[in-house]
């Protein structure tokens, strides 16, 4: 039975000072949450200062990042290592995301680096993959998804599921308040587990955690969170709250 996991993406939010209070909030709030696991990820300079506060709460909330380089150190100004997020308190680093895609030019190749440097260190990435809604009205979303798996995890060895979680996230729905409906999710999930299988075995492919994101709400947590092949939410905008991110963990259950 695979454990749901609830991730917050604050992408360019809150301050120093604000995130430790919506750490600090959700810790209390989150405290009797053992259905569900629950991750947050702040931006960069976020993390060590809610690092601190989830370690005074004594929270299991998990600590990601949003992004990483693959080299571990170098003349690569502006960015982050996996060991800096490691040494900041960091277990899971968002790799792939659209906007990282999209506006900054990611390929696939240079995802994949970062899987497998993240892979190496010890942190669990959470790979993004998702169409655009051009490709999926052109009926090319398999496509798609097929190309972004192989390419993003080639050479990618994983013998144990909890290693690595991929999140599919239609580009179409990612903050313009459309979600997919829920069998459109069911229907991508089952397709990329698929591919996982071709890639690692069944019985991995049938224990590696799929998440959702894209607008994902109190009000659509649940339709989506109870599909079988959905195993969590990767959320926006509405983690970006201490009541609509409780509303999302708490509605599927």
Not at 98 to 123: C, P, Q, Y
Not at 130 to 150: C, F, H, P, S, Y
């Amino acid at each position: 039975m695979r454990k749901k996991l609830i991730a917050g993406n604050w992408k360019m939010h809150k301050t120093v000072p604000e995130a430790q209070t919506l750490a600090r909030q959700l810790a209390d709030r989150l405290s009797d949450v053992n259905f569900a696991d629950v991750a947050i990820c702040p931006p960069f300079v976020d993390l060590y200062p809610v690092s601190l506060i989830l370690r005074e709460k004594e929270s299991k909330i998990i600590l990601g990042a949003q992004n990483m380089h693959p080299e571990p150190k170098g003349a690569f100004t502006g960015e982050i290592s996996a060991e800096m997020l490691l040494s900041a308190g960091a277990k899971m680093v968002i790799l792939g995301h659209s906007e990282r895609r999209h506006i900054f030019g990611e390929t696939d190749g240079f995802i994949n680096a970062k899987v497998r440097r993240a892979l190496e260190v010890g942190l669990v990435p959470i790979l993004c993959i998702g169409e655009t809604l051009e490709q999926r009205k052109a009926g090319k979303t398999n496509d798609v998804l097929r190309e972004q798996i192989t390419k993003s995890l080639a050479g990618v060895q994983i013998d144990d599921p909890h290693k690595i979680i991929i999140a599919y996230e239609p580009v179409w729905a990612i903050g313009t308040g459309v979600n997919a409906t829920p069998e459109q999710a069911q229907e991508a999930h089952t397709f990329v587990r698929g591919l996982l299988a071709q890639l690692w075995g069944e019985q991995v492919a049938q224990e590696v955690r799929i998440l959702y994101g894209g607008s994902v709400k109190p009000a659509n947590a649940q339709s989506l969170l109870t599909q079988p092949d959905v195993d969590g939410a990767l959320v926006g905008g509405a983690s970006l709250d201490a009541d609509s991110f409780e509303g999302i963990i708490r509605s599927g259950f």
